[in-house]
């Protein structure tokens, strides 16, 4: 079939990538002017396949959307390596900690309760684990606390930025068409427009997050990140800090790079990270890692998660048109599970 797309950011270079792999011939659109310039948020995102922290502010259906996903990526990325070989892709399955310092163990107890109460039927392995002082420090040495920590057993991380890179490659390979600074003005079943021309399609996917507007009332929640180097720090898994007032994470990437992350405002400023966010997330990342007052910061980011007013994802397809959006701060989790679902609703 003869596929459009709307919009090349996670959504639609997964789709992009799964289409043409069956042989459908794709055209992508997005006012990226390269394929390398970061608008998605999926550039941003630090990664975490968290099904089981998620669950703090998702529901059930993301729950399993995510333990579905969970296993998707690892065929994807076989699938990736297979189809663009020289684009290496990150996606480690060892679990994340959550953390908490002496002192703020009430609210770490209350999120790890609410974890606890939320683990679905079934799902008892997924449930928040405790750690000891000497399993902390045999599973993550450079953590020294002298609080309390779980485990999340089943939870993962995948590079991002190395993923969107190696989908546009292996995508390209297989034959999809991206039409970069081409903003789409409008589409509807089969149609998508953009300002220089109309195209027809068999079916249409709009998967422009928060450029989907006015068709879909979704906003924009800034989010802002840090990347570190740091050579001298060795962590294996993401690790949460339960702060009572903010929510770090530390996610380690290849290259002793440690992102830092993430502020979440209810603004579509996309303007450099605040002073605020800076101070409270080195801070509370430093507080979890001392050793991290030598590394080096070597980028810091600020973007935008697409929501909808539930803040839940939402699929809807009619006729020669499906529309994906609302993946807010769980799109690299959900999306290979909501990606399968999407094509099987209309046997592609
Ligand atoms: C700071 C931060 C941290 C995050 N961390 C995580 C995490 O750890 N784990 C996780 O699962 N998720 C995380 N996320 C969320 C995840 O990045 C998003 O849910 C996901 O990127 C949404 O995918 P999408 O394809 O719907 O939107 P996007 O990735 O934003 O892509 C939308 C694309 O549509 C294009 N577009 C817009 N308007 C138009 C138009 N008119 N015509 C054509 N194209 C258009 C845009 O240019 C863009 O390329 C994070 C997000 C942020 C910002």
């Given at each position: 079939m003869k596929i459009g797309i709307a919009g090349a950011g996670l959504l639609g270079r997964l789709l992009a990538f799964q289409l043409a792999r069956a042989g459908h011939a794709v055209t992508v659109f997005d006012p990226a002017t390269s394929p390398e310039q970061r608008g998605a948020a999926g550039w941003t995102a630090a990664g975490m396949l968290s099904p089981m922290a998620e669950l703090e502010t998702a529901n059930l259906a993301v729950f399993e959307q995510g333990v579905r996903s969970l296993a998707l990526w690892a065929s994807i990325v076989a699938d990736l390596k297979a189809s663009a070989p020289e684009h290496h892709v990150m996606l480690k399955m060892m679990g994340s900690l959550l953390l908490a310092h002496k002192g703020d163990e009430g609210s770490a107890r209350r999120m790890i309760d609410l974890l606890a109460h939320k683990t679905?039927?079934?799902?008892?392995?997924h449930a928040p684990k405790p750690l000891s002082r000497m399993a902390l420090r045999s599973a993550e040495s450079a953590i020294h606390t002298s609080g309390s920590a779980w485990i999340l057993p089943h939870e993962g991380q995948i590079d991002s930025v190395q993923a969107m890179t190696a989908m546009t490659v292996a995508a390209t390979t297989l034959g999809v068409t991206w039409r970069w600074n081409e903003t789409v003005t409008s589409l509807q079943q089969g149609v998508i427009k953009t300002a220089k021309q109309d195209f027809s399609f068999d079916w249409v996917f709009?998967?422009?997050?928060?450029?989907?507007r006015p068709d879909l009332s979704v906003r924009g929640v800034r989010g802002e990140i840090f990347w570190l180097h740091a050579p001298s720090v060795e962590l294996q898994r993401p690790i949460r800090l339960l702060h009572p007032r903010h929510r770090v994470y530390l996610v380690p990437r290849d290259g002793n790079r440690i992102v830092v992350g993430a502020s979440e405002i209810e603004s579509e400023d996309r303007s450099p990270i605040s002073l605020r966010s800076t101070v409270e997330l080195l801070a509370a990342a430093h507080s979890v890692i001392p050793e991290l007052a030598e590394a080096r910061i070597i980028h810091s980011e600020t973007n935008l998660r697409p929501a909808l007013s539930d803040n839940l994802p939402r699929l809807e397809a009619s006729d020669g048109l499906t529309r994906i959006n609302g993946l807010f701060r769980h799109g690299w989790l959900i999306a290979p599970a909501l990606v399968k679902q999407a094509l099987a609703e209309i046997s592609l």
């Open positions: 679905p039927a079934g799902h008892a392995e709009d998967v422009r997050g928060t450029g989907a």
